[in-house]
């Protein structure tokens, strides 16, 4: 049984930056293309970065573009999502997603197969 788990969620004041981080257990995360998604209440899930296996390819949503960078070390098992620049908009539960295979831009909940529990992420103005 994949599982991924989410960390280094946490109450950020606004303009500030927080790195949250995936680690999956069972299979090496370098198996698996990576999404970040976030969701706040009564909202869908909304696509906040993803990369590739290798970590040559990056995507961003709209609204972290330029403020916020994910990378991978598959030695170390983990994914990391830095955010800059924090809004109280930013404020939701951060998930983190694999997917065996992908098609398309990488930007919908369908196209992964696991998904963590979630980090709460909380920024104060």
């Known amino acids: 049984q994949v599982e991924l788990v989410e960390s280094g969620g946490g109450t950020v004041q606004a303009g500030g930056s927080l790195r949250l981080q995936c680690t999956a257990s069972a299979r090496a995360l370098s198996d698996f293309f990576v999404g970040w998604f976030r969701r706040t209440p009564g909202k869908e899930r909304e696509f906040v970065a993803a990369?590739?296996?290798?970590?040559?390819?990056?995507y961003y949503g709209d609204s972290v573009k330029g403020r916020s960078t994910i990378s991978r070390d598959n030695a170390k098992n983990t994914v990391d999502l830095q955010i800059e620049n924090l809004k109280p908009d930013d404020t939701a539960v951060y998930y983190c997603?694999?997917?065996?295979?992908?098609?398309?831009?990488?930007?919908?909940?369908?196209?992964?197969?696991?998904w963590g529990q979630g980090t709460q992420v909380l920024v104060s103005s």
């Open positions: 990369i590739s296996w290798s970590g040559s390819s990056t």
């Open positions: 997603a694999g997917a065996d295979g992908t098609y398309g831009y990488p930007n919908e909940e369908h196209q992964y197969d696991y």
